[in-house]
């Protein structure tokens, strides 16, 4: 599975697997928002790994709402930890958990491009049903490129979205090689992009990732 699973796709531990952690890390599990997050239902997230990560573990974030400090929690877990993936919500799931007054862009950034899905704290609150969202939360999303004629496009559509929306609209235009910040996008096609991949970040220019992204 660890081959499979692609950075923010949300993922659920076994019992035993997260009992192992909060072994590993005492200090988490006098925490008792973490040490009952699996037993919660709740998932991890699955993030690129770090010099510190050892190798064959998958690297996981939890991170925690406010009202808990907004910690980013980074642990590890075995492959047969994991009992269950899934990718990030769709922004249209998700929708509902959304401030009354996100409505408007949400429609806009879904009539855009429906398979748009959120990984911050608006997908947060749609999961786990913490108080994730606050007056600052930006809105952090994944637009999903293949085929779609609107590859070259798209990041000038979502910067015209972004200037009407009330909150800061974040994240990344994905394709195979990985994601890209969309206000990276907006420009010439020789201005270098950065792309997160799995195992790591590298330097590509816009029209070769738009070009990749579509093929």
């Not at 947060?124 to 049903?129: A, F, K, Y």
């Not at 009407?164 to 096609?189: F, H, K, V």
Request: charged content about 15%; some cysteine.
């Amino acid at each position: 599975m660890a081959d499979t699973l692609a950075r923010h796709s949300m993922v659920k531990a076994s019992a035993s697997g997260w009992s192992a952690v909060m072994n590993r890390y005492p200090e988490l599990a006098s925490e008792p928002i973490v040490a009952g997050w699996v037993g919660a239902g709740h998932p991890l997230i699955v993030r690129r790994p770090a010099c510190s990560d050892v190798a064959g573990m998958i690297p996981l974030g939890l991170p925690l709402p406010p009202s808990h400090g907004k910690r980013r929690i980074a642990i590890s877990l075995a492959t047969a930890d994991i009992i269950a993936s899934a990718p990030p919500p769709l922004l249209a799931d998700a929708a509902a958990a959304a401030p009354a007054h996100w409505r408007t862009t949400i429609d806009l950034l879904l009539k855009l491009l429906p398979e748009t899905r959120t990984f911050g704290s608006l997908a947060w609150r749609h999961l786990t049903g913490l108080p994730y969202l606050t007056e600052g939360s930006d809105l952090d999303l994944l637009w999903p490129l293949s085929a779609a004629t609107q590859t070259e496009t798209l990041p000038s559509a979502i910067a015209a979205i972004a200037r009407q929306a009330p909150m800061r609209l974040d994240g990344e235009i994905t394709g195979p090689a990985g994601g890209a910040q969309w206000r990276e996008l907006i420009g010439n096609d020789e201005d270098e992009v950065l792309v997160k991949g799995p195992t790591g970040v590298a330097s590509t220019t816009r029209a070769a990732f738009l070009s990749r992204a579509a093929s």
